[in-house]
């Protein structure tokens, strides 16, 4: 069974850093991309960052440059380092994968961005 835990959110100030992470169980980890989605209250699900089995990385332009997502699959484990954070990337993140033409998600983890 796929399982994926998310850690990491809080609330942090303008301008500061959280680094989010993603256990993952039940799949060959290494061998799927892996993505980073973000929901705000009353808005849609949106994907923040992606992240290849080969190590290719794509953003939303919202985040580029601010954002780095890594993967560590020793450890079975998904990141995502955010600095230079904003009141608007408030939200919860969630990190999911595809396997077997189903979608997992975790549970999610809130950040909260706010002086």
């Known amino acids: 069974q796929v399982h994926l835990v998310e850690r990491g959110g809080g609330l942090v100030q303008p301008g500061g850093s959280l680094r989010l992470s993603c256990a993952a169980s039940?799949?060959?980890?290494?061998?799927?991309?892996m993505h980073w989605y973000r929901q705000a209250p009353g808005s849609q699900r949106n994907l923040v960052a992606s992240i290849t089995s080969s190590h290719d990385r794509s953003y939303a332009d919202s985040v580029k440059d601010r954002f780095t997502i890594s993967r560590d699959n020793v450890r079975n484990t998904l990141y995502l380092q955010m600095n230079s954070l904003k009141p608007e990337d408030t939200a919860r993140y969630y990190c999911?994968?595809?396997?077997?033409?189903?979608?997992?998600w975790g549970q999610g983890t809130q950040v909260t961005v706010s002086s």
């Open positions: 999911t994968v595809r396997f077997r033409d189903n979608d997992y």
């Open positions: 039940g799949i060959n980890f290494k061998l799927y991309t």
